[in-house]
Each structure stands twice: as structure tokens, then as C-alpha cells.
T-cell receptor
Framework: GEDVEQSLFLSVREGDSSVINCTYT??????LYWYKQEPGAGLQLLTY?????DMKQDQRLTVLLNKKDKHLSLRIADTQTGDSAIYFC????????????FGTGTKLQVIP | SAVISQKPSRDICQRGTSLTIQCQVD?????MFWYRQQPGQSLTLIAT?????????ESGFVIDKFPISRPNLTFSTLTVSNMSPEDSSIYLC?????????????FGPGTRLLVL
């Protein structure tokens, strides 16, 4: 299966941490990604993690991967109003042209 | 990373007409991808465009409705034919970047299409 699911909405206060969750169904995924889409803009690649890793940290972003539970999360430390956007997780499948499937997207609202 | 531009950035079109969207990449790439993002929805892959061969379409998308050209390794076009209001979406092109232990997909800014 190629379902990638996310909660639709998350609201946090400025300065708090945000945790956006994603579940996927295909255990053969090679890479998993987080993209950010601001209003009226395209998709910006935030970070990615290879499937043999458990964690990746990049400045305020921490990605956690639980392969057993097929669960991916993105933690944003010290969330700012500029982080308000829709966040998409995506997974890449091996073989062929290695299709990338996107999640449903989580809208993050940061309250000042 | 990759620098990707799309033209037009947005358009308003009449039902029954066609629109061709251009995608330009700053370096040569093997595969380019076209996605559709309907209002409030996630991204759906329309087709994969390889230079020198016919595009590969995903289930639910056909060449007559979404013809694609890939004349060289830095450019592709997607045409939305015989448009209806249901075609109102953001259309995004993307490319793969591989190397240095990573495989990532980068996106253009998108073309916002409204069909009246």
C-alpha cells in the first residue's frame, strides 16, 4: 500500500515545540522527507532521513523514524510565526523510477 | 539543490481551452515529474517525463488530457487540455537529485490555474 497519513491541523504557541506526525504503510521505503508549503508558494524541502536511520537533527528540526511502527515525526523547536505553513511528509519507494508519495499535509498554526 | 522555474505562475482560463505550462531546470536531469495539487489537497503525481521517450502516466491520468513534452534534459511542458473547472489546481514540476548519499526531490514554485 502507498498510504501516507497525517493529522490535518496543529496549533501551537510561539516559542513552544511543534511535533508533526506521519504514518506510512510501505516498509520498503528508502527515504522519507518533510516538505513545507507556505501560502501561495511551492514546496520547500526541509529535511530528509534515510530509512536505516532513527534520528536526524538539523538546527531547530529533529526527525524521528520508527520503522517498526512505520511512524515519522518532525519536531520544530522554538516554533516561530514564520513556521506557520502546511507540512507534508513523503516517502520514496525502491525500484523503477522510485516514486515519491506524499502525505495529506498538516497545517501548522503558530499563535503569537 | 536545484533551481526550477515555471511559467506561467498563474492563469485564469475559460472552459474548453488548453494551457501549456513550462518547466525549466538549471541543470540537466534525467527525470522530471509533474504533480497536481487540488485545492486543500496533497500532491498527486500525474506523470514522469524522461528525455527521449514517452511520458509515463499514473492511474487516472491520460496523455490526451495531459500531453507532456521533454525536448531536452533541462526543460519540459505539461498541457492541460480541454479544461473544465475541475482542473483548477496548482501544477508543480519537480526533479530528482541523487548523489552524496542522498536522493531528494525538488519542486518548482507551481502554476496556479483557475478554470471558469
Amino acid at each position: 500500500g502507498e498510504d501516507v497519513e497525517q493529522s490535518l491541523f496543529l496549533s501551537v504557541r510561539e516559542g513552544d515545540s511543534s511535533v508533526i506526525n506521519c504514518t506510512y504503510t510501505d516498509s520498503s521505503s528508502t527515504y522519507l522527507y518533510w516538505y513545507k508549503q507556505e501560502p501561495g508558494a511551492g514546496l520547500q524541502l526541509l529535511t530528509y532521513i534515510f530509512s536505516n536511520m532513527d534520528m536526524k537533527q538539523d538546527q531547530r528540526l529533529t526527525v524521528l523514524l520508527n520503522k517498526k511502527d512505520k511512524h515519522l515525526s518532525l519536531r520544530i523547536a522554538d516554533t516561530q510565526t514564520g513556521d506557520s505553513a502546511i507540512y507534508f511528509c513523503a516517502e520514496r519507494y525502491p525500484g523503477g523510477y522510485q516514486k515519491v508519495t506524499f502525505g495529506t499535509g498538516t497545517k501548522l498554526q503558530v499563535i503569537p | 539543490s536545484a533551481v526550477i522555474s515555471q511559467k506561467p505562475s498563474r492563469d485564469i482560463c475559460q472552459r474548453g481551452t488548453s494551457l501549456t505550462i513550462q518547466c525549466q531546470v538549471d541543470s540537466q536531469v534525467t527525470m522530471m515529474f509533474w504533480y497536481r495539487q487540488q485545492p486543500g489537497q496533497s500532491l498527486t503525481l500525474i506523470a514522469t517525463a524522461n528525455q527521449g521517450s514517452e511520458a509515463t502516466y499514473e492511474s487516472g491520468f491520460v496523455i490526451d488530457k495531459f500531453p507532456i513534452s521533454r525536448p531536452n534534459l533541462t526543460f519540459s511542458t505539461l498541457t492541460v487540455s480541454n479544461m473544465s473547472p475541475e482542473d483548477s489546481s496548482i501544477y508543480l514540476c519537480s526533479v530528482d537529485r541523487r548523489g552524496e548519499g542522498q536522493e531528494t526531490q525538488y519542486f518548482g514554485p507551481g502554476t496556479r490555474l483557475l478554470v471558469l
